[in-house]
């Protein structure tokens, strides 16, 4: 059998003749390197001297070798195995962040248009017109000139500004603004680290999906 060790930590590391001692019974008449013969380096051999594995047997080294690794067992990378390079754990990324962000925005956009919804069909039948640079006039008019009769001076300043550029944005079809702390006031706007999160952990649960798969079709190893 042979093994690397490397020297620094009593290991063997390059290979030379050394013979380990039999296991049982020993036959003086067998003069053939056994299989349990190894080689190592001059740095290996002062190694094994340090570490007086001279006369060991090889089931002893190995009982040795198990109890310095803690009794570890080497795993298969199941991860590695699955997704080599790392391509399914992006893309299940990807798609769970641009799932959240779809669906905030779907569920503000509608808050957004139930909130403005009065203010928008005030805007669409406008008394100065309904085509739609009459309409931008008087939503001008309400809700920023304070000079116009059309003025709502009780409305507070913020939300006039928020309701003149929600519902000009209706009204144009341009994006709604999605930061609205007045249409979205019971509605959670997660933050990018909530998102990122939730995307991590739905990539590493797409991989142990996978890994379960495998190991299953695999007899079950684990």
Excluded at 34 to 59: K, P
Excluded at 183 to 201: F, G, M, V, W
Aim: proline share 3%.
């Amino acid at each position: 059998m042979s093994v690397t060790l490397n020297p620094q930590a009593g290991q063997i590391s390059s290979l030379r003749s050394f013979q380990f001692a039999k296991t049982e019974k020993k036959d003086a008449q067998i003069t053939e390197q056994s299989q349990d013969q190894m080689e190592i380096s001059r740095e290996g051999r002062q190694a094994v001297a340090d570490t007086g594995l001279n006369g060991m047997t090889a089931e002893d080294f190995m009982a040795q070798v198990r109890e310095q690794l803690g009794e570890q067992k080497l795993e298969v990378n199941w991860n590695a195995a699955v997704d080599p390079d790392g391509q399914i754990w992006c893309k299940s990324y990807f798609d769970a962040y641009v799932s959240q962000v779809t669906q905030f925005r779907d569920t503000a956009e509608s808050a957004i248009k139930d909130y403005y919804a009065d203010a928008y069909q005030e805007a669409l039948h406008s008394p100065l017109g309904t085509d739609l640079p009459s309409q931008l006039n008087f939503l001008a008019a309400k809700y920023q000139c304070s000079w116009t009769e059309y003025f709502d001076a009780d409305m507070p300043a913020g939300q006039r500004q928020w309701t003149y550029t929600q519902v000009r944005a209706m009204l144009t079809g341009t994006g709604l603004r999605l930061n609205d702390p007045y249409a979205l006031k019971d509605i959670h706007i997660p933050t990018s680290e909530e998102t990122t999160r939730l995307a991590k952990q739905a990539a590493d649960n797409k991989i142990s999906e996978l890994v379960q798969q495998l190991t299953r079709s695999s007899g079950g190893v684990h």
